[in-house]
């Protein structure tokens, strides 16, 4: 199975390194200083679940993109995602798969208008990555969960062909029979604790140490207002989980979107939560506290690019 890496950065480099590793056909598509990094220093994950180096991945820039996958596992930034669909579009053929990893529900519908629903399947990661500034991906701990499936639930010949592959690799799969629930039950948690750790600009420990974590349940629970109207009210286990783990006291976790903010990086503010704002609205659900999160980091957005072209 020839696979495409849209991106050799936090998550796709993670993945698409453990492919690799395992010894499948993959190769990534970069933008020309990531494959000078590449080229020059390799790919190199850090990790409690073990190390790899990979001396010469291979990689492919986009105006070299010729010819069909069968199989596109996209891992950019929501905000890269329109430039994303243009630059594989090339290697979209008849037969080929794409499996998304991004957060929230829009990406879904940008993938479906332009190369068909049939090609689209559902999927999410869970996992704690980041990039280091000379292109070392850092894994933070030892879940590296990666789950997909068809979203219709049936288990089809295609899906279970991937998980045979993905399954040599070694991190954990979960081939799913309700992959949107699962992806509704993630945005709603991720959508929490971007919203709170950004507005707040502190860990969850601190958050509760400082008395807020009402602030949190709230916003947790505008959340799942919304996805419950739309059909995917989280199960009982998922908003339990999440409400553990955002309140729970001494708790370092920050969000991704957080550790965004403090180096002065893009956030993914429309497709995470203006989106989830917006569906909400659609279904006259009350939000306030996912509407002042919103308002945060909309303004920090404005200020970053105001003073990117100070600069």
Not at 115 to 125: D, E, S, T
Not at 205 to 210: E, L, N, Q, R
Request: glycine letters at 8%; a negative charge; aromatic letters at 6%.
């Amino acid at each position: 199975m020839r696979i495409l890496v849209v991106g050799a950065g936090a998550i796709g480099g993670y993945f698409g390194g453990r492919l690799l590793e395992a010894g499948q056909d993959v190769t990534f598509l970069v933008r020309a200083r990531r494959a000078a990094e590449l080229a020059n220093w390799g790919l190199e994950i850090r990790s409690p679940n073990g190390d790899v180096a990979i001396p010469t991945p291979p990689t492919v820039l986009a105006a070299d993109l010729r010819e069909a996958f069968d199989l596109i596992l996209l891992s950019s930034k929501a905000y890269d995602l329109d430039g994303a669909i243009n630059d594989v579009a090339p290697a979209v053929g008849p037969q080929t798969l794409i499996l998304p990893l991004l957060n929230g529900m829009r990406h879904l519908d940008l993938l479906d208008a332009r190369f068909g629903p049939a090609h689209v399947l559902g999927g999410l990661c869970m996992i704690s990555t980041t990039l280091e500034s000379g292109g070392r991906v850092t894994h933070f701990n030892t879940l590296d969960t990666l789950a997909f499936g068809e979203r219709d639930g049936l288990l089809s010949a295609r899906v279970e062909a991937i998980a045979e592959v993905f399954a040599r690799a070694s991190f954990h799969l979960r081939l799913s029979e309700c992959i949107l629930q699962e992806m509704w039950e993630k945005w709603v948690f991720i959508a929490a604790l971007a919203g709170i750790t950004c507005l707040m600009r502190a860990t969850v420990g601190d958050i509760v140490a400082s008395g807020a974590a009402g602030f949190t349940v709230e916003l947790l629970d505008e959340c799942a207002a919304i996805a419950a109207a739309h059909g995917y009210a989280p199960r009982a286990e998922s908003l339990e989980r999440s409400r553990d783990v955002l309140t729970r006291e001494g708790s370092p976790m920050v969000a991704s979107m957080f550790r965004d903010i403090e180096r002065g990086a893009p956030v993914e503010v429309e497709h995470m939560m203006a989106d989830l704002l917006r569906r909400g609205e659609a279904q006259d659900i009350p939000a306030p506290t996912l509407r002042t999160a919103c308002a945060h980091l909309r303004a920090y957005e404005v200020r970053r690019l105001r003073e990117a072209a100070a600069r």
